[in-house]
């Protein structure tokens, strides 16, 4: 494994680690409440235990206080028959169980004191577990509201720096028009060839007219030579070369003489 992934599993474990031990509000509502109903649970456990004890206690003191009442009974029966040293005996049996009786009444007193206290914070942590429980609901829904609002602001300020961020949008602008630039560029190519071609096609059309001309001078040529026979040869034959051009001038000179003389 290379360094760099090894940095990268201690960081990613790091991270995990802290979000392991972020505190969830939600949690920590549903941990509190199972810490008050399990309080309340070992309230209850030792409510049930005092009173339990309570009874016993009452119990003993009542035991206590038969058998004082029963030696006593006994102590006035020794004395009746004049056996005072029975009697006697009888007397300190009575004692013990009037100071087990006092005892017993004053643990009595001492756990209903302690019965009392502990009903008293039972009704008020059960109180507190059904308030906690009521307003469970509510603070969920202000927490999720809370983090909502939290998630808005936080793509808002991400939007924001987006929009404050306009590298990207001048890059697409510039390219853009770099685009368009070179359809424009395209464009007046295309023209320039078409003009071009126009050129070359009118060009083209004006040489095939000379052509033609040239061609129909070189017939009338041929026609007025083969007119003259061969006088008309042996002079073409001395005669330098017949320009069409000159002839076709020649001709419309002849012509123009030839009005003006009907003319007069």
């Known amino acids: 494994m290379g360094l760099l992934k090894r940095i990268s599993n201690v960081i990613r474990s790091n991270v995990n680690d802290l979000i392991d031990q972020a505190e969830d509000p939600r949690k920590i509502i549903e941990q509190t409440i199972a810490d008050m109903q399990a309080e309340e649970k070992k309230?209850?456990?030792?409510?049930?235990?005092?009173?339990?004890?309570?009874?016993?206690?009452?119990?003993?003191a009542e035991q206590a206080e038969t058998k004082a009442q029963e030696w006593e009974q006994k102590a006035m029966q020794a004395v009746r028959a004049g056996n005072d040293d029975l009697a006697r005996k009888a007397l300190e049996e009575k004692q013990n169980y009037d100071a087990m009786a006092e005892e017993n009444r004053s643990g009595v007193a001492q756990q209903q004191t302690y019965v009392e206290e502990l009903k008293?914070?039972?009704?008020?942590?059960?109180?507190?577990v059904a308030e906690a429980k009521r307003k469970k609901n509510e603070l969920i829904s202000r927490i999720n509201a809370a983090e909502a609002q939290q998630r808005t602001q936080a793509t808002e300020t991400m939007t924001k720096?987006?929009?404050?961020?306009?590298?990207?949008?001048?890059?697409?602008?510039?390219?853009?028009e770099?685009?368009?630039?070179?359809?424009?560029?395209?464009?007046?190519?295309?023209?320039l060839v078409g003009e071009e071609e126009s050129a070359q096609k009118a060009e083209a059309e004006v040489e095939a007219m000379f052509n033609a001309q040239e061609n129909d001078d070189a017939l009338a040529a041929l026609k007025a030579k083969m007119a003259g026979g061969d006088t008309g040869a042996a002079s073409?034959?001395?005669?330098?070369k017949a320009d069409p051009i000159?002839?076709?001038?020649?001709?419309?000179r002849a012509a123009l003489e030839g009005d003006d003389s009907k003319g007069d």
Not at 161 to 176: G, K, V
Not at 180 to 188: F, H, N, R, Y
């Open 43 to 60: 309230v209850k456990g030792k409510l049930v235990e005092v009173m339990a004890l309570l009874k016993k206690t009452e119990a003993g």
């Open 161 to 176: 720096d987006h929009l404050a961020d306009s590298s990207a949008f001048d890059t697409f602008d510039r390219m853009a």
């Open 236 to 240: 073409s034959a001395s005669s330098p």
């Open 246 to 252: 000159e002839d076709e001038l020649a001709k419309m």
């Open 120 to 128: 008293k914070g039972m009704a008020a942590l059960s109180e507190k």
């Open 178 to 191: 770099k685009i368009g630039d070179t359809e424009a560029q395209s464009e007046a190519m295309m023209d």
